[in-house]
T-cell receptor
Framework: DTGVSQNPRHKITKRGQNVTFRCDPISEHNRLYWYRQTLGQGPEFLTYFQNEAQLEKSRLLSDRFSAERPKGSFSTLEIQRTEQGDSAMYLC????????????FGEGSRLTVL | GEDVEQSLFLSVREGDSSVINCTYTDSSSTYLYWYKQEPGAGLQLLTYIFSNMDMKQDQRLTVLLNKKDKHLSLRIADTQTGDSAIYFCASQGKLIFGQGTTLQVKP
């Protein structure tokens, strides 16, 4: 399968703990995006990378959130000192260079903070 | 800032046409998109339209774009129960998504 892969699919944690999600994009895609989706809402943009460079971060991304893409391939999204309001589906998407902008989404990582 | 708005719910009978509407604010978008999300799954691109087009047809899907009014619509002909899902429109750039329209198709 050469689609976008996200792990873990579901994470349950206690408030105050740190969590990390991983995204493996489609191999030749140079752009990688992170979104957050809560129930009944559309995906909200968090950040994106072009290769290893993080080009934009949303104001939604507080200082407890950090994302990396160290070698321009997979990416990690870490949330420190989780809060109940962080409970959401975290979606990763990738995009091919020179495309019409189509994003290929993974199935998401669902975070539940107790 | 940029914004995309959609109606939240649409219910149709199998075989009818469905029309899902969207308004957006970002007039600089080169492309506008329709994505579909089935329960428990990620988003999947259904179709897109280039901003200098008024209409695009792709099998049962017809996209209409009114740039002046910043209005985008998706028509699904002969709607099937398998079309039941949430539909999102999105403008280009970092992709600003609407809230999504839940399409319910009754047999």
């Amino acid at each position: 399968d050469t689609g976008v892969s996200q792990n873990p699919r579901h994470k349950i944690t206690k408030r105050g703990q740190n969590v990390t999600f991983r995204c493996d994009p489609i191999s030749e895609h140079n752009r990688l995006y992170w979104y957050r989706q809560t129930l009944g809402q559309g995906p909200e943009f968090l950040t994106y990378f072009q290769n290893e460079a993080q080009l934009e971060k949303s104001r939604l991304l507080s200082d407890r959130f950090s994302a990396e893409r160290p070698k321009g391939s997979f990416s990690t999204l870490e949330i420190q000192r989780t809060e109940q309001g962080d409970s959401a589906m975290y979606l990763c998407a990738s995009r091919a260079p020179g495309s019409t902008g189509e994003l290929f989404f993974g199935e998401g990582s669902r975070l539940t903070v107790l | 800032g940029e914004d995309v708005e959609q109606s939240l719910f649409l219910s149709v009978r199998e075989g009818d046409s469905s029309v899902i509407n969207c308004t957006y604010t970002d007039s600089s978008s080169t492309y506008l998109y329709w994505y579909k999300q089935e329960p428990g799954a990620g988003l999947q691109l259904l179709t897109y339209i280039f901003s200098n087009m008024d209409m695009k047809q792709d099998q049962r899907l017809t996209v209409l774009l009114n740039k002046k009014d910043k209005h985008l619509s998706l028509r699904i002909a002969d709607t099937q129960t398998g079309d039941s899902a949430i539909y999102f429109c999105a403008s280009q750039g970092k992709l600003i998504f609407g809230q999504g329209t839940t399409l319910q198709v009754k047999p």
